[in-house]
Structure formats: C-alpha cells, structure tokens
C-alpha cells in the first residue's frame, strides 16, 4: 500500500469518527430537550402523548384542587386554559393568579406534570410566561425584564 493510500484511509476513518460522534451528540440533545408552550399553543399543536414539554402561564383562580398529595388545577394564558394533574409536593409559593410552569406531557387534552415551578418573589415571571403574556396582549406588570431565577 502506498503512502498516499495509507493517508487516504486514516483521512475516511477519521471523518467517519467524526460524523459518528456529532451523529450520538445531537441524538442525546434531541432526548433531552424540553419545549415550552402557552396553553394555546399547547392546544393547538398535535404532540405525541409521550413528548416532554413545559407549559406555561397564571394558575387559573378556583380551579386548584388537592386531594392526598395530588392536585389538580388550570394554567390560562388568558385566552385558553389546560387542566394539569400534579402528584407530588408543591412549591411554597405556588397559589392562584400565579405565574407557573409545569413540566410533563399533555394526554387527551389533560397536562401530566411531573414537575412544577413557581415564581421567586412578587416580580419575578419566567420570562417565557412574561413573553407570552405580552404576546397576547395581557401584561400586567412593568416594562422592567424579569428577574433571572437562581443558578
């Protein structure tokens, strides 16, 4: 085998690594990425029963029901609302008229969540609920940007 032959096939070999690694590191980002989504958004997109997604928007008032350690309520957007079930604790500071995002699934029109996050103090807003809030036109607070959460 000649040199440039040998040169030849180190190259393929090693472009193949390559493709092979970027190929596993964007397969791991794709499980682990998580959307976020106001209730209309949520509605109006068709998402497979098992897709893991984050819903966000104002605890709907009158809605928040808790029975054992299970709750059910209704995040709105003030334009649509979805009904969230939550087993588990929740957040302090999680109430009515309440910004909060929950991540989990959305099956038969009904938000599974497995996790709930709720605002720090009484400016903080996720700034995807802040955006979606002024997006429709519903934005109660200042024209000051949101606090970032803790690190």
Do not use: C
């Not at 997109?45 to 605890?59: C, E, F, Q, T, Y």
């Not at 054992?68 to 939550?86: C, H, M, P, Q, W």
């Not at 955006?131 to 690190?151: E, T």
């Amino acid at each position: 085998m000649t040199r440039k032959r040998q040169r030849l096939y180190i190259l393929l070999a090693a472009m193949l690594a390559l493709a092979g690694s970027a190929a596993l590191i964007l397969s791991s980002f794709r499980e682990n990425l998580v959307f976020f989504y106001t209730p209309t958004e949520a509605l109006a997109k068709s998402l497979a029963p098992d897709a893991k997604i984050r819903i966000g928007g104002l605890v709907e008032n009158g809605t928040v029901v808790k029975t054992g350690d299970a709750v059910t309520f209704r995040i709105t957007d003030l334009k649509n609302e979805i009904a969230v079930s939550y087993r588990g604790a929740l957040p302090d500071l999680f109430r009515e008229g309440q910004g909060v995002v929950a991540e989990g699934s959305l099956r038969g029109g009904r938000f599974e969540a497995v996790e709930i996050l709720a605002k720090h103090d009484e400016r903080y807003m996720p700034p995807e609920v802040a955006a979606a809030l002024k997006k429709s036109g519903r934005w109660r607070g200042g024209d000051q940007p949101a606090k970032p959460g803790p690190p």
